[in-house]
């Protein structure tokens, strides 16, 4: 079991995705904003963080670069969940140090096992079957 | 559902000044939650945007349905005899009743009316069904625009200028500088913009070749963003200046939006560590003089890089 932060504005795609993470055994907080997002890592200090990459009070990037300039959070994997075109969604997570992406539409089956994957030590992306080699964040 | 007025037979829209800034951010949400690249606003970040690109309200538009519900919304933008389509968007389940033409029609009629001389607007690259509803409607591509970021971080040594001379702008100065610029630059990036944002912070440099020339840009506290350089800047200044830059905020995330694609100093940027992020096409129209209005001032087509 772990805990998860949800940083998503869309309430139905975050409640499915905390309906599915929970009923994986998980704790899940959401948080609909950049700025609630930031305030709920460092009051819980997640296992894992999963992003949307556009929120509608501070950029999804530049979240993230905050995020690894904390001490305490450097190392706290951070998912993209973003509905960009995969080759978008992979080069900005890879430039701003993301440890995967899982791409929207959520899939209901494998969501859970999908995110399960980056709390692994050496986390492995999931969910790529089409993305050049050179554009693969590890 | 139908948005024909069923008295009139005719499709219906309310000027957006009848809604709050939290109900305009939350119509546009609904419009583009399926959009290429989900641009998510709340109602500060919209009441930012209006003011910032001179949105005109009473031309801007939500079409409803005869019962009231909201289909879709559309900004205009204002300066002088130029208007600006922004924020275009339609409730998904609402498509395919031409509800995005009705839209960008109530525009162009809103700008007759105010005898402006072209209208302008950006698409992103690959949203085929916009793309398409604009050249239906008589819009031209005049260039290819890009959003480009930098992740934060600190800059190698080896990018370093030799022997250049940076000093920081003095902030009242700011104004007169940005009088210097090439004029041909995207709406969100105009003079006009660039002051309603504020913010601005701004360097000189000057080369040992003699060449000198300045930067100014947005200093947000999480963000650098509105980047301009002086006009004509060589490869060497902008990276003279772009280096001081990014060496004074190292740890700030940097986002500029509308960048022209075929800018002689983009792989500058790039050397400095910015990507594309996705590209627009600026697109104009420009309207013919309507004699029952009254002839239309002319205003130069823009062409820029």
């Known amino acids: 079991m772990a805990l998860i932060i949800v940083i998503e504005d869309n309430a139905l795609i975050s409640r499915l995705a905390e309906k599915l993470l929970t009923r994986a055994g998980h704790q899940v907080v959401v948080a609909e904003t950049g700025e609630d997002g930031l305030t709920a890592i460092f009051e819980y200090l997640p296992q894992l963080v999963l992003m949307d990459l556009g929120l509608p009070d501070i950029d999804g990037q530049t979240v993230i670069g905050l995020l690894h300039q904390q001490a305490a959070h450097k190392t706290t994997p951070v998912i993209a969940f973003t509905a960009w075109p995969a080759e978008t969604a992979y080069k900005m997570a890879k430039a701003y140090g993301c440890d995967g992406v899982i791409t929207k539409p959520i899939n209901t089956r494998t969501f859970a096992a999908e995110v399960e994957t980056f709390m692994q030590p050496k986390p492995v992306l999931a969910g790529t079957p089409h993305i050049p080699d050179d554009l693969k964040l590890q | ?305």
């Open chain 2, 1 to 305: 559902m139908t948005f024909v007025d069923q008295q009139t037979g005719k499709q219906t829209s309310i000027p957006a000044h009848n809604y709050s800034f939290d109900q305009l951010a939350d119509i546009y949400n609904r419009a583009r939650v399926d959009y290429i690249v989900p641009m998510p606003m709340n109602g500060k970040r919209m009441a930012d945007y209006v003011r910032h690109y001179d949105i005109d309200l009473d031309a801007s538009a939500i079409a409803l349905t005869n019962n009231k519900t909201e289909l879709g919304v559309i900004m205009t933008g204002i300066r002088g005899k130029r208007s600006w389509a922004t924020r275009l968007g339609v409730i998904p389940e609402q498509r395919g009743h031409k509800i995005g033409q009705f839209l960008m029609e109530l525009v162009i009629e809103k700008s007759r009316e105010r005898h402006i001389r072209h209208v302008q607007l950006e698409v992103i690259k690959g949203n085929e069904p916009a793309y398409c509803l604009f050249i239906k409607l008589g819009f031209q591509e005049v260039r290819e625009l890009l959003v480009i970021r930098r992740p934060p971080g600190r800059l190698r040594d080896t990018l370093a200028p030799v022997g250049a001379v940076v000093t920081p702008l003095v902030d009242e100065d700011i104004p007169s500088y940005l009088l210097q610029r090439d004029p041909a630059v995207a709406w969100t990036e105009e003079t006009e913009s660039l002051l309603h944002v504020g913010k601005l912070k701004g360097l000189h440099a000057k080369l040992p070749s003699g060449e000198s020339g300045w930067a100014i840009f947005q200093c947000l506290p999480f963000q650098l963003t509105h980047f301009v350089l002086s006009p004509s800047a060589s490869s060497d200044l902008a990276q003279a200046l772009l280096y001081a830059i990014h060496t004074q905020y190292p740890m700030q995330d940097t986002k500029i939006e509308n960048f022209p694609a075929q800018h002689p100093t983009w792989p500058v940027y790039q050397k400095l560590g910015y990507l594309e992020s996705f590209r627009r096409i600026e697109m104009v129209l420009e309207l013919a003089p309507d004699p029952k209005r009254g002839q239309n001032i002319s205003q130069p087509l823009r062409h820029a890089i």
